[in-house]
């Protein structure tokens, strides 16, 4: 679904030229969930945004459903870590309508299928609120609703639940579980929490700093659902850990 | 009630001052004389005909200067060519008052509507101007990244997007416009006006001496733009920025 080849990016600063990213590659199946991990500066937000075609790489390759990005596309959904990215004069329903509209799509219609997604996320009781009256998840599920609303296969995830207080962010990584078994997207999600890379993940790409790389691809076998409690999730946990501190002490 | 508290106290110090007799009764009117000239005024329909005149001057100013502050603005946010050739023209016609072009606004289209309007518009223009660019260029890049990948572009990403997430800074703009509206409206009508008008009316006041007539009239100004500022204005911004919860209501 979705091959990263080689993909490299440098830009300029005052100070001379930086490597961002330095020859990533990974790929992610279809409705595979694939979690980036790694510490700040490690290149992947950069990576991801070039996934959504914010920006494009200086070498390699990224390609889609076969087709290489260039540019912003229908066919991946994005969800960014601030609360802010919702419109603050549309409801939630207004929200997660938008792609549709974009899409040209009739008022009745494109709010029957904005319902449902808000359904999907357990929000349907908050159609009609404005985003302001909404706790942090709730947005952040407005979030996911709006990005899933226009039905792209690919659902990219920027550490969208690291501002939440623990016990939402639990509820969060349960709820999100829910929605990919329910949508079977293709995800790839950024985060820099080794706990929530188990929980969420089908594979793992362990990156390291100064400049991005792909250190490793870890594969998490546990069954779903899976018990963050459980002495197979604390191991797979613990030797996700040996390859981050490992890349440290190298660097 | 606070408010009503205040004009009270106001309202009292001037009538302890008419009564003390240090001025002349001619200049400082009691307000009993006051107010019947207001009535007087306000039922046979003349202060009701001078503020419709002076409400259609403003507006039509206020209209032109919208229309221009909006396109001018949003341009200049837009487009970095734009916002090199306005600049420097906003900045410096900026800090001309406005009335300072009535002499040359009658000198081109004498006494009249025209002139008076063009005032109003050159008082309410640079408000839009500046605040619409300025809130154009405040948008959330986030609001304008997630709209592209929803696929909005060109017109939809305008109209959807950027004017909306600049909505709390034009607001904010017509209010600003509108005062400096308002203030122009009255000195351009002393100036440029040939008849009719509230600013007319304490002008040509001037010349009989009638103090009472200056003083209703302006009540009815500052009643007018007290009105305007929190009913037109206030609701406005309830309706829009304030729901959205884009700016805040401080809580007492």
């Known amino acids: 679904m979705i091959q990263v080849s080689e993909v490299s990016l440098e830009y300029d600063t005052p100070h001379g030229k930086v490597l961002a990213v330095d020859k990533a590659s990974f790929s992610a199946a279809e409705s595979e969930f694939v979690c980036l991990v790694g510490p700040s500066g490690c290149g992947k937000t950069t990576l991801l945004n070039m996934i959504a075609g914010f920006f494009a790489p200086t070498a390699g390759e990224i390609r889609v459903a076969g087709r290489a990005v260039s540019g912003q596309g229908l066919d991946r959904g994005i969800v ?20 549709l509209e974009m899409k040209g799509m ?30 942090g998840g709730m947005q952040q599920r407005v979030a996911i609703a709006r990005a899933l609303a226009y039905n792209p296969g690919v659902l990219l995830m920027d550490e969208p639940f690291a501002a939440l207080d623990a016990l939402t962010r639990e509820e969060m990584q ?23 890379a188990v929980y969420l993940a089908d594979r793992v790409v362990v990156m390291t700093p100064h400049p991005g790389r792909v250190r490793a691809i870890l594969k998490v076998g546990l069954p779903r659902p899976r018990d ?8 797979q946990q613990k030797s996700l850990i040996a390859h981050l501190t490992r890349q440290e002490e190298e660097t | 009630m606070k408010s009503v508290l205040s004009v009270g106290i ?36 003349t202060m009701g005909r001078h503020a419709l005149n002076t409400l259609f001057r ?44 009535a002499p040359v606004f009658i000198l081109w289209f004498g006494l009249g509507n025209t002139a008076t309007i063009l005032v109003v518009f050159y008082a309410a223009t640079f408000p839009m101007v500046i605040n619409t660019w300025t809130g154009a260029r405040a948008v959330n890049p986030l609001w304008l990244r997630a709209a592209g990948a929803m696929g909005a572009n060109g017109g939809a990403m305008f109209w959807k997007v950027v004017v909306p997430g600049a909505s709390p800074f034009i607001i904010t703009g017509l209010r600003l416009a509108f005062q400096r509206a308002w203030i122009a409206v009255v000195g351009a009508e002393m100036l440029a006006a040939s008849a009719f008008g509230l600013g007319w009316v304490i002008f040509d006041a001037k010349e009989f001496l009638n103090a009472d007539v200056m003083l209703a009239s302006l009540a009815v100004i500052g009643a007018i733009g007290f009105v305007f500022e929190r009913l037109v204005f206030g609701s406005l911004e309830r309706a829009t920025v304030l729901r959205w919860g884009m700016v805040r209501s401080v809580k007492a």
């Open chain 1, 80 to 99: 960014f870590q601030d609360f802010a990215q919702l419109f603050p004069w549309r409801t939630a329903l207004g929200n997660v309508a938008f792609g």
């Open chain 1, 228 to 235: 963050p409690l459980s002495v197979e999730f604390l191991e």
């Open chain 2, 10 to 45: 106001f309202l009292a110090l001037y009538e302890a001052v008419a009564r003390s007799g240090w001025f002349a009764p001619a200049l400082v009117p009691q307000l009993s004389i006051v107010f019947s000239t207001l009535w007087t005024s306000l039922s046979d329909g």
């Open chain 2, 58 to 101: 403003v507006f039509s100013g206020l209209a032109l200067a919208a229309a221009t502050g909006l396109v001018l603005g949003f341009l200049m946010a837009r487009y970095r060519a734009a916002e090199r050739f306005f600049l420097p023209l906003v900045s410096a016609l900026m800090p001309i008052p406005s009335l300072a072009w």
């Open chain 1, 174 to 196: 349960r709820l999100l579980a829910e929605v990919w078994r329910a949508t079977r997207k293709t995800i790839v999600y950024v985060t820099h929490n080794v706990a929530e």
């Open chain 1, 106 to 135: 009739a008022k009745a219609e494109r709010e029957k299928i904005a319902l449902e997604q808000l359904r999907l996320v357990k929000l349907e009781k908050f159609a009609g609120a404005h985003p302001h009256h909404l706790s």
